[in-house]
């Protein structure tokens, strides 16, 4: 079976490590895979007046699963729309610290469950006067259970003993006091064990014992910041892969953006990547090739070539080529 994958590698670093991991995936075996590209981003609003074209979100919203790469200032824009093309309503963030990389700790091994469609990015803002700004906050009894019916699955199919449910529901009583009752709900029809945490608290937790938390169950704001906040605690955003799933299809990226401090460098880590497109194998039922393309991207994290966010002085081409060699 050929699967139809969307590639859209967008702005900066995104034209160098998307193409990174489509040479990976075209040198396992076994699967068959066809690859289209489409634009996205800054360079595409400059050229067309549109970040993210029709074009792109319908080839999305039809494709077996997209690999997108970043895009610059007009990132709300393609990726918001985007997620919503896949119909995905859950952003998994694996943050991992891996041997061989100077992880600030490297006892981290984390999962960021972040719910993708409601919250504080609804989209709902306004000025309303002048100098005066709102936002509509959302959240709904249904996205709410869903995404902790995903978290909640996620943890039991991997392994992870630990869910922990992020919020802030002593302040935002009526909107997180839903969200904490929702998640509350599905872990006790389920029998299963669960904390909650305030999310502040959390993010100091997370910084000074990441070993006592396993999946993080978060609203979308939340799950965002604190993923970012992991990323630091493992070696950088160059390590760190996403997924929006929930549905049939998926859209699979790296957390970071498109570092256009680096970008047209050729230095940029494609690890994040290459780690996302193995996500994108497991969500397409190819469990055996993503666990080989994992196995290949720590050998070369454990004994190198590192690029230089890891303090090495490869380029992402060799970086690329040692994952290839070890598959
Ligand atoms: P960023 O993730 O692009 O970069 C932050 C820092 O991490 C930079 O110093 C960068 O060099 C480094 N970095 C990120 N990925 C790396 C990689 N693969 N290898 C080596 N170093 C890496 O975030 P920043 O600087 O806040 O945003 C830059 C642009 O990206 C902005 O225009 C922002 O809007 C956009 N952005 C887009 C996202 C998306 O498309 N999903 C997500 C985050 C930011
Ligand atoms: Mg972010």
Known sequence: MTEDIVVVPGD?????????????????????????????????????GEALPEETYEAAASADATLFGAAGESAADVILPLREAVDSFANVRPARAYPGVDALRPETDLVFVREN???????????????????TRVVTEDASRRIAEFGFDYAEQNGYEDVTIAHKANVMRVTDGAF????????????????????????????????????????????????DLAAGLVGGLGLLPSANVGSERGLFEPVHGSAPDIAGQGIANPCATVLSA??????????????????????????????????????????TAAIVERL
């Open 12 to 48: 900066g670093i995104g034209q160098e490590v998307v193409p990174a991991a489509v040479e990976v995936l075209e040198a396992l075996d076994g699967v068959d895979f066809e690859f289209t590209e489409y634009d996205a981003g800054d360079e595409t609003l400059a050229e067309t």
């Open 117 to 135: 469609t409601e919250g504080v990015y609804s989209g709902i803002e306004s000025e309303i006067a002048d100098g005066v700004t709102t936002l």
């Open 180 to 227: 904490l009752d929702a998640c509350e709900a599905v872990g006790d029809e389920r029998g299963a064990d669960y904390d909650d945490a305030l999310m502040d608290a959390l993010a100091m937790h997370l910084l000074l014992r990441p070993e006592e938390y396993g999946v993080v169950i978060a609203p979308n704001l939340a799950g965002d910041v604190l993923s």
């Open 278 to 319: 193995a996500m994108m194998l497991d969500h397409l039922g190819y469990g055996e090739a993503a666990a080989d393309v994992r196995d290949a991207v720590e050998g070369v994290l454990a004994e190198g070539p590192h690029t230089p966010d890891l303090g090495g002085d490869a380029s992402t081409e060799d970086v």
